[in-house]
Nanobody, 128 residues
Framework: VQLQASGGGLVQAGDSLRLSCVVS????????MGWFRQPPGKGREFVSA????????YYADYVNGRFTISKNDAANTVYLQMYSLKPEDTAVYYC??????????????????????WGQGTQVTVSS
């Protein structure tokens, strides 16, 4: 299974971006998915997750309604729509596929250990 993230870039504070993550080589509709990010000089942190059926979503507190996660099974793609971007959102954003053994609606949705396949990351830089 491979995950290919894209859509990052350099934007100004207040702008929007949509990140995409295409999953190939596996059954897209069998695993929960998530987004993490790694700000400069910091560890990787949870951003958002979505259940395999798209019926339940989770966000980090700092998102505060600014981001929306979604998925398109026909396109094998999960998205992260980001609005009202802030300089502190600057980070490398990673999509991740969760182990089917640990559903996101039962086990800690933010725990990295349950995400077993990772994409290469896409850089988001927000200038003030």
């Amino acid at each position: 299974v491979q995950l290919q993230a894209s859509g990052g870039g350099l934007v100004q504070a207040g702008d929007s971006l949509r990140l995409s993550c295409v999953v190939s080589g596996g059954t897209f509709s069998s695993n929960d998915m998530g987004w993490f990010r790694q700000p400069p000089g910091k560890g990787r942190e949870f951003v958002s997750a979505i259940t395999v059926d798209g019926g339940k979503v989770y966000y980090a507190d700092y998102v505060n309604g600014r981001f929306t996660i979604s998925k398109n099974d026909a396109a094998n793609t999960v998205y992260l729509q980001m609005y009202s971007l802030k300089p502190e959102d600057t980070a490398v954003y990673y999509c991740a596929r969760r182990s089917a053994r640990y559903p996101v609606n039962i086990y800690d949705h933010a725990a990295r250990r349950y995400y077993t396949t990772w994409g290469q990351g896409t850089q988001v830089t927000v200038s003030s």
